[in-house]
């Protein structure tokens, strides 16, 4: 069974950072897509940033710059560090893996960006 447990969120003052982490069971975690995905009230879900089973990482030109995925693969858990965050980045942030052409998600976490 393949889960995914999100952290992290919380709220950050604009400039802030913060660190989510998303824990993956289930799958053969180093050789699996995954990726950080946000939905602000009102909007889709979006892809924020990828990371192949390879290592190679991708992110969304809105906030290129201002994110790093990563993974430890010993730890089966993935990594979204956001800095410079903008009141815009609020949402609530999943992460996903595609694993034999499906896709698990996690629950979400939140991530406010006020002052």
């Known amino acids: 069974q393949v889960q995914l447990v999100e952290s992290g969120g919380g709220l950050v003052q604009p400039g802030g950072s913060l660190r989510l982490s998303c824990a993956i069971s289930?799958?053969?975690?180093?050789?699996?897509?995954m990726g950080w995905y946000r939905q602000a009230p009102g909007n889709e879900r979006e892809l924020v940033a990828s990371?192949?089973?390879?290592?190679?990482?991708d992110y969304a030109d809105s906030m290129k710059g201002r994110l790093t995925i990563s993974r430890d693969i010993a730890k089966r858990t993935m990594y979204l560090q956001m800095d410079s965050l903008k009141p815009e980045d609020t949402a609530v942030y999943y992460c996903?893996?595609?694993?034999?052409?499906?896709?698990?998600w996690g629950k979400g976490t939140l991530v406010t960006v006020s002052s």
């Open positions: 289930g799958i053969i975690f180093r050789i699996t897509p």
């Open positions: 996903k893996a595609s694993l034999g052409g499906s896709d698990y």
């Open positions: 990371i192949s089973g390879g290592g190679s990482t």
